[in-house]
């Protein structure tokens, strides 16, 4: 049936290809970051090995960061206080660098709920959380949750309940937001360990809200 | 140091204004009324810094909460909530005043 001059003699279809990262063209920035970088190390103003480096900081930061906070400040009232005050200065506590931007926890209570969005673009606690997700960045997250958030966390399988102020909170500033959530009913003799593992990434964004172990 | 021009539960209004180049406030909220829920500090005109200009101007930074009723009155009922964005002083006005 074929005609195809490279055949495996199996006459299955050619395995389609994953295109490599160099396969679609660099953008105009993309293009410009690199040259940057480039004349910077060639000018010695930063190394190789910096860059590098700092690529591996950013990719070994991850949610479980934030998760111990949240475990903490549902342990110890007087942790929480802290952290609300300034989470940078909490996370310092267990030696985390929480980098240079102050950021804010935002506390859900039994009446409030919070979710964090970043309408200009993508800004997000990324020194103590990791990378945001690529939802967070998208248009369709950026402009739907402050018209109409409870549609869209109901797209996340959140359902709140319809007494429940929900708040949004853009950060286009010089904070960055991160949602201390509820800590759930039926944990109550749970350690700091076991109420980190919990509490993830989109509970902290506020897009959901964490689960007692073993409930769903 | 400057003093704010605004307090905290006072209304402001964000200005209709569509300056070139880098701007940090939202078109969605621009002509809205708010209530400033908190003075947040004083930081360098990000808008200025973008440009390197290192001694960019220090800023009002408020915290400013919109009702979804304001922002979207044509929305359908059952979207009831509150968008708090932050905010510069430059881009803020008395809500009295026209715009």
Request: with cysteine; net charge negative.
């Amino acid at each position: 049936m074929s005609d195809h001059t490279h055949d495996h003699g199996d006459h299955h279809p050619p395995h389609p290809m994953q295109p490599d990262l160099e396969d679609t063209p660099l953008t105009y920035h993309q293009s410009m970051t690199l040259a940057v970088v480039e004349l910077l190390i060639e000018k010695n103003v930063i190394s190789a090995d910096e860059v590098r480096a700092m690529h591996e900081v950013i990719d070994a930061t991850s949610p479980a960061l934030g998760a111990k906070l949240v475990a903490r400040a549902w342990s110890d009232a007087e942790f929480k206080k802290r952290l609300l005050k300034s989470v940078n200065d909490a996370a310092a506590e267990f030696g985390v660098d929480a980098g240079p931007v102050p950021i804010r926890a935002m506390e859900n209570t039994t009446g409030v709920h919070n979710v964090i969005v970043c309408t200009l673009c993508s800004c997000y606690p990324k020194y103590l959380l990791g990378l945001p997700p690529d939802w967070y960045k998208s248009r369709a997250y950026r402009s739907r949750v402050v018209r109409e958030p409870r549609a869209v966390l109901a797209e996340f399988g959140t359902q709140l309940p319809g007494d429940v102020d929900l708040v949004v909170h853009d950060s286009t500033a010089d904070f960055r937001y991160m949602v201390l959530p509820l800590r759930p009913a039926g944990t109550d003799g749970l350690g700091e360990e076991e109420l980190a593992a919990i509490v993830t990434r989109d509970c902290m964004i506020g897009v959901t809200c964490p689960k007692a172990p073993g409930s769903e | 140091m400057s003093q704010p021009q605004f307090q905290t539960s006072e209304r402001v209004r964000v200005r209709q204004w569509e300056p070139p180049g880098h701007i940090r406030t939202p078109s969605f909220i621009r002509g809205h009324t708010g209530i400033v829920q908190q003075i947040a500090g004083q930081f360098r005109n990000p808008e200025e810094l973008a440009y390197g200009r290192k001694d960019a101007r220090l800023l009002t930074l408020y915290r400013v909460a919109f009702a979804h009723d304001d922002l979207w009155p044509e929305s359908p009922p059952g979207e009831q909530h509150a968008v708090i964005v932050d905010i510069y002083e430059n881009w803020l006005e008395p809500a009295e005043r026209k715009s």
